[in-house]
Structures are given as C-alpha cells and as structure tokens.
C-alpha cells in the first residue's frame, strides 16, 4: 500500500477535516459558528475549500492571514485508538494559501547563529494528540504545517497543558466511547503587543483550548488558559510602555496575573468576551467553574492509580493520564 505524503497539496485537498458529528455520530459540534464576520473578513483563500477552511485529517484550522496565526485548531481524538506518539517532523508551509501569509523559519531563526529566536513553534493540535488510528502518522504529521503553530516562548507547551485531553479521555469517558472534540488557538486582540526584532508581528499574550466530551449520555464542555505575558515581559520581546503595561487599569483582563506555564480552568464565557470567538452549541451543557476561574496545579489520582508527583514532575510520568483538581461533572 503507497505512504501517503502528509504535505502534499493533492493529500491536503482530500484530507477529511475535523469531524462535526465525531463523538457520538449524531451531535453537531460544529465550528461554523465560532467566527464572527470580522473574524471571517480575515481569512484568505484556500486552494481545493471554498469556504477558506483548512483541512487536514482529523484538524481543520480557521487560519487568520493577517496576523499569521490560528484563529482556532479543531480536532477529534479517539482515546481508544491511542497509539505510540509518532515520531516527529519539520514544520513546513500549507501549499494551498500563499505563502506571504504564513511564518517561516526564518521567522523563527532556527539555524542561524549567534542570536536564534527565543520562541519555540507552538503546536496547537499537537502531533501526540494525534498519533491515533489507522491514519496516525498523516495526522500527526499534519500538524506539522505552520498554519497550526503559533510563536511560543520556551516550554510553554509542556506540562499540565499538554496532558489536558488524556486527562479529559481517562476521567469521564465511557467504556465504549472515549472520544472527544478540542478547540485551541491564541487568545487575540487588536493591541496585542508587537515582537521588539519584528515590528510587524503582534504576539499573543493568552492561549485557550476547549474541550468538548461525553460523560453518562450528556456532552460537556470545558475550557483552560494559559499565559505567555510575564515570560514575554522578562525576556523583553515587547515593549512594556507600548500598550501601558505599567498602568493597572490597561493591563488585559481577566487574565493578567496568571504566571508563565500555569494552567487555569475558566468558563467559557470568559474565553468568548476576550476573543470575540464562539463556542456555543444547542445540546452540549458549560461547566461552570467557581468563582469563574480555577488553578490546576495538582496530581493524586486517575484510574485507580494514585500518583504523589507534584506539578513540576508531570513530564515523568511519560505520558499516562493525570488527574488535577479540574472541575468535572458531578458523579
């Protein structure tokens, strides 16, 4: 049978897309109306999609051309077709829109010495959680395109926040059904700051992901946060007095103290209010979070496993599901 080549444009038209009706073949997740028409007026052309919607197999993006980045990733995750992470590729260029729109390495600054970028390529569907089904190594390596990626400042992407969807599948899916549907993006506003070596870019300070899944025959919906904004102020990679950080009343709310790598559970609506984006479907109930906000910070137990690792050893344990003190639906 003839290996697919992932980057392909051709494998890239025919490629299925992110899955509407994924977790239980009848409920309509859709990601029609997650833009609004503003958003929608910054898309760009898409070779082989009429509605500018970038599919891959699995993921389709809603791409934003003018800032370079994700507006949001959606993609579907079968839990019970999780199979060994594949192997890593190189980040290349999404051959159906032009290329002016996209990061690039030299952007990133990958090879040349003696002054790299500080930021790492930021999966947003990242290629672990896509090593699944008969498929998994296109899937995975999909991810791969810079379309899917957005500038993030050291190891902000490991940890906690790259668990969030084993934990979502080991804790509340059942035994036949442990499929979810996850939204991910940067959190974007027109003043987002500007990276100080490249004036033209404005960075993203926030990064949401949602996580849609089945539990005792009613779909739920979560949503987390994470933040970028401190590092970004330590490092210097933006100006502090170019958007008043140094005045409380302007520093961007409600997340503005949240440290570099910690992961807050919040509601959705929070997420909706920053972005402008939508994530409202008829038959999926919100869990509402107390006091609107949640810090998850902890390991003790999942699946009849206890675990005494704090936070900070998550990466040892190799994968495996974790539990936090996420808010979860009542048993």
């Given amino acids: ?5 992932p980057f392909n444009i051709n494998v890239l038209k025919s490629s299925c897309g992110y899955i509407d009706t994924f977790i239980d073949g009848s409920t ?23 509605n500018k919607l ?16 994700p507006f949001v990733s959606a993609y579907n995750i079968d839990g019970t077709l999780k199979k060994e992470t594949v192997a890593r590729a190189n980040f290349k260029a999404d051959p159906r829109i032009d290329g002016q729109f996209q990061l690039n390495n030299d952007f990133y600054d990958l090879i040349r010495t003696p002054e790299p ?14 090593s699944w089904g008969l498929n998994r190594k296109v899937q995975a390596h999909q991810t ?22 084993s934990y979502v599948i080991a804790e509340t899916g059942e035994a036949d059904n442990k499929r979810i549907s ?8 027109d003043d987002d700051p500007t990276y100080v070596k490249d004036r033209s870019f404005q960075l993203p ?9 089945p539990f005792e025959s009613v779909i739920y919906s979560t949503a987390f946060v994470m933040s970028q904004l401190k590092r970004l102020q330590e490092l210097e990679l933006i100006d502090t007095t170019e958007r008043g950080f140094e005045k409380a009343e302007l520093v961007p709310r409600p997340f503005s103290d949240y440290n570099h790598r910690d992961v807050f559970q919040v509601d959705i609506d929070l997420v909706e209010t920053y972005t402008g984006l939508s994530f409202s479907w008829p038959q999926v109930e919100r869990i509402v979070v107390p006091n609107m906000e949640k810090k998850l910070e902890k390991i003790s137990r999942t699946g009849g496993r206890t675990a005494t690792k704090a936070f900070e050893g998550l990466e040892r344990l190799k994968g495996k599901p974790v539990l936090t003190n996420m808010v979860l639906p009542s048993r």
Avoid: C
Wanted: aromatic share 12%; glycine share 6%; no cysteine.
């Fill in 205 to 213: 300070l926030y990064f949401f992901k949602i996580v849609v899944f």
């Fill in 182 to 189: 996850v939204f991910t993006g940067p959190m974007l506003k």
């Fill in 54 to 69: 970038l599919k891959y197999t699995m993921l389709s993006v809603w791409y934003n051309a003018q800032r370079k980045v």
């Fill in 28 to 50: 309509s997740i859709s990601i029609d109306g997650i833009l609004n028409s503003g958003h929608r007026a910054m898309l760009t052309e898409v070779a082989g999609n009429k």
């Fill in 1 to 5: 049978m003839a290996v697919l080549d």
């Fill in 144 to 165: 791969f395109h810079f379309t899917n990626s957005v500038p993030q400042v050291e190891k902000l992407n490991s940890g906690l926040w790259s668990k969030l969807e």
């Fill in 117 to 130: 970028t500080e930021f790492e390529i930021g999966h947003m569907a990242s290629h672990n959680e896509m």
